[in-house]
Every structure is written in C-alpha cells, then in structure tokens.
C-alpha cells in the first residue's frame, strides 16, 4: 500500500470516529443533563477549563499519518426548562449532584428525582441521591427546595442536597446515564461558594441541533471523500501492476 492509500485511510479512520462521536450527541439531544463531546485533533495548554479530554484509551492514535485525535467533553451549561415537579430541579452554575452508586459516589447534572417506595430520593435508575448528611428520606407531605438546595417538607427542615464543584473538571470522566466519577487519582470537589438550585426546572442538554447535524453532513462528506482517494489509489495501484505484467 501506498503512501498515498495510508494517508486517505487514517483520515477516513478520523472521520468515522468523529461521525460516531456526532451521533451519539444527536441521539443525546433530548436527555436530561447530557453534556456533549467534541473531537480535536490538537489541544493547547491554555484550553478551556470547560472542556476535559477523555482517558488515553480514548485517544485514537490511528496511524503516523494521522494526526492524534481526542475526544473531550463539553461541561458548558444546558438551558434550564420549568416542568413544575417538585422534585425535578437543576444547577444554575458550576456544581454536580452527589449520587451513591455501587461504585461509590458519582456526579450528575441530571436532577429528575424520584421517590423511591421507602421515601428516599432517588435517580430515576433508583441510586440514592446524596445530601450533606447522607441518603435523604422525605416524608409525606409539600416539597420545597431553597436556591442552597436546602429541602423543607410542610415547612420543616429535612436536609440539604449535596452540590460538589470541581475547579478542573478534568478530574471527571463519563460513567453512563448522564453520570460522572473521578478519574485514579484525583482530589475530591468541594461545595461551592455559590450555590443555586432551581426547583421545578430540569438542565437540557447543551448540545446545539443545528450545529451537531451540519457537522454530521461535513464528516459525512469529508469520509466519502476519503473513501474515493482510496479507491482511485487502488485502480492506479492496480493498472501499474498490470502494466508491469505485460511489459515483462
């Protein structure tokens, strides 16, 4: 194979990869709290704080021909949309919810909670939202939330939710169903020094359609592009083998 053939199959490899990561963020428009994924094929070391890159076995070194891509995850703010759930609300800033998952304690920004049949909140896969003194078990009656996350049921005090804020968001890599873990290693978050919990509203994804399918149709094109470079490169390859053969 040919310099040439090398070069169109890591770009068209590129492309693939990217059109995957496109698709899932497409399929992801309507999920609640879902942060989107970029691809880049050079990050500097002044990139956004916003912006993380996943683990190294999701770093597609494809070929030498190829430049190195990464995908990294956007945790740029979704737009807050009411729903009027008492117990649906959404992070207006930086922080994540605390959840205890069999894996220990991960992150979300998605907040449509439930009530389990014991009366603990819960995520809607059933894994124990935290507060600050632990699990929270609400008893019957009117839910309020204040903008701290303090929770109050007919007025009375119950607990708090737990908001953790990372100053490097790097530190967090994608677990599944909208939640985040810490990566080996890293320092746990803290509170932070502003917190403002929306009840009644939930965070959407911040992924823009527009964007996402134009960028869907470019990737598209450009693989296609790669796959006729490939082909042309194979019949020119071919017919000199055949122009070999018969001047032999």
Do not use: C, H, W
Request: cysteine-free; aromatic content about 8%.
């Amino acid at each position: 194979m040919n310099g040439g053939m090398y070069l169109s199959a890591s770009g068209a490899m590129v492309q693939q990869l990217r059109l995957e990561m496109l698709a899932n963020n497409v399929a992801n428009i309507n999920t609640i709290g879902y942060k989107g994924e970029k691809s880049v094929f050079r990050v500097s070391e002044a990139a956004s704080s916003t912006v993380q890159t996943l683990s190294e076995d999701e770093t597609q070194p494809l070929s030498p021909y190829a430049p190195p891509f990464e995908v990294m995850i956007d945790f740029s703010q979704g737009a807050l949309r009411q729903t009027g759930n008492a117990l649906d609300v959404a992070i207006s800033g930086s922080g994540f919810f605390s959840v205890q998952t069999p894996d220990g304690v991960q992150y979300t920004r998605q907040g449509s909670f439930t009530l389990d049949e014991d009366g603990n909140l819960v995520t809607p896969d059933g894994y124990a939202v935290l507060g600050e003194g632990g699990p929270i078990n609400l008893e019957e009656g009117q839910v309020q939330i204040d903008l701290e996350g303090t929770i109050f049921v007919d007025g009375d005090e119950v607990g708090q939710l737990q908001v953790t804020e990372f100053a490097d968001p790097s530190v967090l890599e994608k677990s599944g169903n909208g939640r985040f873990s810490l990566t080996d290693g890293a320092a746990a978050g803290q509170r932070p020094e502003f917190v403002e919990v929306n009840q009644g509203y939930l965070e959407a994804a911040n992924v823009n359609t527009i964007q996402a399918m134009t960028e869907m149709i470019e990737t598209s094109r450009a693989f296609e592009a790669y796959q006729k470079v490939i082909q042309t490169a194979d019949e020119a390859t071919s017919t000199s083998i055949n122009d070999v053969g018969k001047s032999v």
